[in-house]
């Protein structure tokens, strides 16, 4: 079994190298992943409408949804991010070192800054600014606090780098390793 990658109007889905692409990940149109990413079971990124793009180190978490408006939204994912679990992403921008938590929704338009944090199942209106190390929450999500810059870029570097090692279990059995 491998995954789905679909070109789709003349737009084929560019991996960059030692990305893992779970087996049942669909991957469709105008999209670019970075180099050491991880795109996890059930995660649909539909690239078919307009541009995904995903740096490096970017983990998408299992069943999540990236998906853009015809014209108008794009998607750009900055380096170290990470999407949690049943995430739905549409024709927004995450900046580098943020953390987007499981079953958040983040719309058209919005930006979410440099090491801010979404917390799990809130809902981030379209045209909505979350600023750098701000941590938002609630649906509609309103600004909680201010996270400090170097706990929340650890924190974010440290579940990246977590998630590289968990898809190299998937990619290279022989030398898995335990989390530290």
Not at 44 to 64: E, K, P, W
Not at 86 to 114: K, Q, S, W, Y
Request: proline share 5%; aromatic share 6%; with cysteine.
């Amino acid at each position: 079994m491998s995954a789905t990658i679909i070109p789709v109007r003349g737009f084929t889905p560019r991996i960059g190298e030692g990305t893992f692409v779970a087996p049942n990940a669909s991957i469709i149109g105008d999209v670019v992943i970075g180099r050491d990413c991880s795109i996890w079971f059930n995660t649909v990124i539909r690239g078919d409408v307009n541009s995904i793009r995903i740096a490096d180190r970017v983990n998408i978490q299992d069943g999540t949804v990236l998906h853009t408006l015809y014209q108008k939204s794009t998607i750009e994912i900055g380096e170290d991010v990470s999407i949690g679990h049943n995430v739905t992403l549409h024709g927004c921008h995450i900046r580098p070192f943020a953390l987007i938590g499981m079953g958040a929704v983040v719309m058209d338009d919005a930006v979410v800054g440099e090491g801010a944090l979404v917390a799990a199942g809130s809902v981030v209106l379209s045209r909505t600014q979350i600023g750098p190390n701000e941590l938002w929450g609630g649906a509609p999500a309103k600004f909680i606090k201010m996270v400090d810059p170097d706990q929340a870029r650890e924190l974010n570097i440290k579940i990246a780098r977590n998630y590289l090692m968990y898809s190299r279990w998937y990619t290279d059995p022989d030398n898995a390793t335990d989390p530290q």
